[in-house]
């Protein structure tokens, strides 16, 4: 047996249940047959004060230290987050603030085989220099912004090619991501791509007429499932409407442009066609996937996009930028249609295809079950095994 110690930010806690889901989606089944055991610690930034006046940062402060979920025991030590000057400081405070309480999961008789780490910056770095002083090798999974966007950055870019240069293997979700660390000159044959899978049983159709019933739709309707942020393309999809008078839109997300969308579709003659939904719990998002048209995702960004495969999951199809992993998740007219650009323009041509050829939802599910968790969950196994086996240096 293989006993893991996964280490990163991105994890759902207490307060936010959605955050992070997806590397919680791959450690559950990994561990789900009982070869492999993992504990996780997903640090929360240190805050004082729980008033709701404070938004997400009051949510930090009432994430308990420690919790079970899914059977995995998940510890909440806190980190100092420091205004302006954090991204180049947090590294150093995240492998402080996690120190004591991985030394406490050690003291209590969980000898772990290796750090698995989540998302590059800063929880790879942390996690390479947490590796050193207990003296366990890290695996380090890039996700997406953690590669395309932060290495822009001329600091952040020399911890990342440290951490990766020391960590004994680095996992992609995709082939663009791996692309880009050789061309930070990290050796091609260190990095293994394991894309994320979908869960078929959670995703999956439901009765297209009940859930258009009760979601109230009457018009063909589009759905964005995101923060709402500039990256997410919210925005782009609002002013696509203008040209699409027929079409309704939903926004499943929360975010810090709330204000800003609801501005837009005002100005744009749309907001009586676009409905904002807050925050969509995950175990809910199946029925709106399965009422509307498409789902589009209009980001500048993605890595892996699981809102694609979870969409298509339920039988609905997909239109997507063009941009990193998005084109190894759409590859057939089944799954949906990449837009030529990142543009109201484009996406408005990119609904009238789709429309115009319309992939039965069947077809577009079995599109969907090629992409499991079993082949992420194999080669998961195979690579922990290679590096705990004896001889193999890692230690």
């Known amino acids: 047996m293989t006993n893991l110690l996964t280490f990163t930010t991105l994890f759902p806690n207490a307060q936010m249940s959605s955050h992070g889901i997806f590397v919680e989606q791959r450690l559950r089944h990994l561990v789900n047959d009982g070869d492999v055991r993992s504990k996780v610690v997903a640090p929360v930034p240190w805050f004082p004060v729980h008033s709701e006046r404070f938004g997400r940062y009051a949510r930090y402060a009432r994430v308990p230290p420690f919790e079970s979920r899914n059977g995995i025991d998940v510890y909440h030590p806190r980190y100092l987050s420091i205004p302006k000057v954090g991204m180049r400081v947090s590294p150093a405070t995240l492998a402080a603030g996690s120190l004591s309480t991985v030394k406490r999961i050690m003291d209590a008789a969980y000898q772990f085989d290796v750090i698995d780490a989540h998302y590059f910056?800063?929880?790879?770095?942390?996690?390479?220099?947490?590796?050193?002083?207990v003296r366990k090798p890290v695996v380090?999974?890039?996700r997406g912004t953690d590669i395309n966007l932060i290495p822009k950055f001329a600091l952040p870019r020399r911890m990342i090619k440290w951490s990766a240069e020391r960590a004994v293997r680095v996992v992609t979700v995709c082939q663009a991501l791996k692309d880009s660390l050789v061309e930070m000159a990290i050796p091609e044959?260190?990095?293994t791509v394991l894309r994320n899978g979908v869960d078929l049983n959670l995703f999956k159709p439901l009765d297209r007429g009940h859930c258009r019933e009760k979601l109230r739709l009457q018009k063909k309707t589009l759905l964005s499932v995101g923060l709402l942020i500039e990256r997410?393309?919210?925005?782009?999809?609002?002013?696509?409407?203008?040209a699409l008078p027929d079409v309704d839109l939903m926004i499943a997300g929360e975010g810090e442009q709330k204000s800003r969308l609801q501005d837009l579709a005002l100005r744009c003659g749309v907001a009586d066609r676009v409905r904002f939904?807050?925050?969509?719990?995950?175990g809910r998002l199946p029925e709106y996937y399965s009422a509307v048209d498409a789902l589009v995702l209009a980001s500048s960004r993605e890595g892996w996009a699981n809102v694609l495969l979870e969409a298509m999951a339920c039988g609905t199809p997909v239109i997507?930028?063009?941009?990193?992993?998005?084109?190894?998740v759409v590859q057939s007219s089944s799954a949906g249609v990449l837009m030529e650009e990142r543009s109201p323009g484009a996406l408005v041509k990119a609904v009238n295809t789709l429309f115009d050829d319309y992939p039965d939802h069947s077809l577009t599910r079995k599109y969907a079950e090629r992409f499991s968790w079993e082949d992420t969950t194999l080669g998961q196994k195979a690579m922990f095994n290679d590096i705990v086996k004896p001889g193999s240096g890692a230690q």
Not at 122 to 128: E, F, I, R
Not at 277 to 282: K, N, Q, R
């Open 189 to 191: 044959e260190k990095i």
């Open 320 to 328: 997507a930028t063009r941009v990193w992993g998005t084109p190894e």
């Open 277 to 282: 939904l807050g925050a969509v719990p995950h």
């Open 140 to 142: 380090i999974t890039a």
């Open 232 to 242: 997410k393309g919210h925005h782009i999809i609002i002013e696509a409407l203008k």
């Open 121 to 133: 910056y800063p929880d790879g770095v942390a996690a390479v220099l947490l590796g050193a002083y």
